[in-house]
Structure formats: C-alpha cells, structure tokens
C-alpha cells in the first residue's frame, strides 16, 4: 500500500491560514525539534530555548496571514526563532545574568547539561562537543548565528542569506570567517 | 604571522572543501596547502571542527511540548475574543444603550421618586412637594438619637432609610 505523499510546509501554512488548525499541529510536530535545537545553540538552556520555540509558534499561530508564498516557510519561522533568540540574548546581555559571553575564557564555566534533566537526546559526554558549545556560546554574535545556521542545522547558503538578509558572498565569507574564528577558539582552549 | 597568500588561502578554505572553487583556484589552494604547514594544520583543524559541528546531538522537544503549547493557544485565543468584542462596533452600540439605559433608568427615577434630591439637603423643585423641608433634618436627628439608646432597632432603621427613601420618611415620622 503506497504512503499518501507529505505535503510541502508551504501546503500546510496555506491549509492553516483558510482555518485547518491540523495543518498547524502538523507543522509544529514538524519543526519544533529542529527549532529546538536551533535556539538551544544561542541560549544554552533547554527550558528558555523551549520557551522561545513555543513564543515562536504562538507568533506564527497569531500572525499567519503575514506569511506569504514568496519565501519559504522554513526560513520564515527561522526567521522569527532567530530574532526572538537574539532578543533574549541581547535582553540577558544586559541584565547581566548571564555574562559567560563577557567574561574572559578562564573565568566561563560552562555547565552540562543533566541528561535526566527533561532533554531526551541530549548527551554531552563528548569532550570535543562539551568544548564546542562553549566555543560557539563564545563566538561575537554574527558568526554564532551563522555557525549554528549552517554548521549545526545544515540549512543552504540560499536559506541563510534569505534568513539574514545579506547577500550570499556575505553569507559564504562568513561561514569561512566564524569556522576560523571557531577553530581558533578551540585551539586555544587546547592549550 | 601569516602573510597575505596565507590570509587568501584560509578564505577559501570553506569553498574548498564544499568543492565550489574554480580549478584554478583549486590548485593555488592545494599547492599551498603542500607547502604551508601552518595553513595545513589550520585546515586540518577546521575540518575536525566542522565534523564535530555535524556530529552534535539533536536535541528534542519535552514530550509536554505540544500540550504547552496548547494551552497558551487557548489562552490566546480567549484574550483574542475579548479583544474582538472590545474593539467590536457591537460592543460600541452595546456600551451607547446600556449608558442611554442607565440616564433613562435615572431619569425616570427622579420623575417617580421626586424626593431623591432632598437627601442631600436641596429643597425640590417640584411644585406638587408638600412635604416638609425640614422633616428630614428632625427626622436623621431622630434616628441619630435612637441609634444611641437602641443600636439594633436603628440599624435596621437606617436600612430601611437606604432601600427605600419614601419608606424612611414614614418610619420616621411613625417614631416622631
């Protein structure tokens, strides 16, 4: 018996806005792992990226209509994660609650993850992965962002450039400039 | 220190391992990667980092995700269908008659009870008012003494004054 063939996101949003909230459960059973895991990589905190994933499902639930088919959906709700995740930042940034980013390497302490702690999948015994969100968590914001986008969620350069509003150059020099920022890091966090 | 071929090279090094760089670019890449030790070792490098990078656990939403979720929605939508009627031009409509309501209520009420603007001690101006202007006076002096020799009777005195004011009035005067 042959599988009824998935429908695009684009499908979904469409169904969703002419009022089938199926189609929306649908596309958040789709993307919330993913968003998930995008947030994650900004805040450091599994309950706070939850928080801003749901924020960011309410957002498209409220403002459905402002979707239009000339983009496409994935980068239109990366685009609100990612604005709500950088807000976030910026709103830590100066509370000052949070200031790992501030401080010098010596005095971060990066905290693992409780693996019991409500995060199926999450498994950080790697010291190299350990070591690599702190790096990133470390990174100036423009190659964090840039780094999560097409290091960890592997989205195209088309995406990123649609998601950041800068050219493609722009998008491809980054990535090279934020991996060498990155591997510099990392080099002397070895030593 | 690097010097500027060095620097030229590293920029090329994401496009040379997603194989996007023009042959001849390539090959400057690759001749200098067999000379540079440096270079070579920052390339080997970032090329473990970038296999870690994609090697990172996925993460998964809390199993309560979607319930969360749902609940805010509903939440949302509650406020979002208060909104609707506050803003509605029903509700306008709505708010004009209950306040005409409200001033005919009041209106009519005066008209009925013409007594009413005596409480506070105004004479009426009704034509057909025979009572007493300074009944009222002697009466709340009345009650005031009462209430001193005879709390309970004067409570419920003074209830009787607020439900109905026509009611105080012959209380009172039944008293005096």
């Known amino acids: ?191 | 220190m690097q010097n500027t071929d060095c620097t030229f090279i590293c920029e090329q090094f994401t496009e040379y391992q997603e194989n996007s760089l023009s042959s001849e670019i390539r090959a400057q890449v690759d001749s200098h990667l067999a000379s540079c030790s440096s270079c070579l070792e920052i390339f080997q490098k970032l090329t473990g980092v970038i296999e870690t990078l994609h090697k990172l656990p996925t993460l998964k939403a809390s199993s309560s995700f979607n319930s969360t979720l749902l609940s805010r929605i509903n939440t949302l939508n509650q406020e979002t269908v208060w909104q609707k009627i506050y803003h509605s031009s029903y509700s306008r409509v709505a708010g004009y008659a209950i306040a005409a309501g409200l001033i005919f209520a009041i209106g009519i009420n005066i008209l009925i009870d013409p007594i009413a603007p005596m409480k506070s001690g105004t004479q009426s101006n009704f034509a057909g008012d025979k009572i007493n202007p300074n009944q009222p006076t002697e009466s709340l002096a009345a009650i005031s003494d009462s209430s001193a020799n005879h709390p309970v009777d004067s409570l419920t005195l003074q209830n009787s004054t607020i439900t109905s004011q026509n009611q105080s009035m012959q209380l009172v005067s039944g008293k005096k």
């Open chain 1, 1 to 191: 018996m042959s599988e009824k063939p998935l429908k695009t996101d684009e499908q979904l949003i469409a169904e969703f806005q002419n009022g089938n909230e199926n189609a929306f459960v649908e596309l958040v059973d789709r993307y919330k792992d993913r968003l998930v895991n995008f947030v994650y990589r900004f805040l450091h905190d599994m309950t706070d990226a939850e928080d801003m994933v749901q924020e960011t499902f309410l957002k498209v639930y409220k403002n459905k209509h402002a979707y239009r088919e000339i983009a496409k959906f994935s980068t239109w709700i990366y685009t609100i994660a990612g604005n709500l995740a950088r807000s976030e930042l910026r709103k830590r940034k100066r509370r000052k609650t949070y200031t790992m980013s501030a401080l010098s390497f010596d005095d971060n302490e990066f905290t693992p993850v409780d693996p019991g702690k409500d995060t199926e999948g999450i498994v950080f015994n790697s010291y190299a992965g350990e070591e690599i969100m702190k790096a990133i968590y470390a990174l100036p914001e423009p190659f964090k962002t840039i780094i999560i986008l097409r290091d960890i969620q592997e989205l195209s350069y088309e995406d990123i450039s649609t998601i950041l509003d800068i050219p493609m150059g722009t998008v491809k020099s980054r990535v090279n400039r934020a991996r060498l920022k990155l591997q510099e890091t990392l080099s002397y966090l070895k030593e």
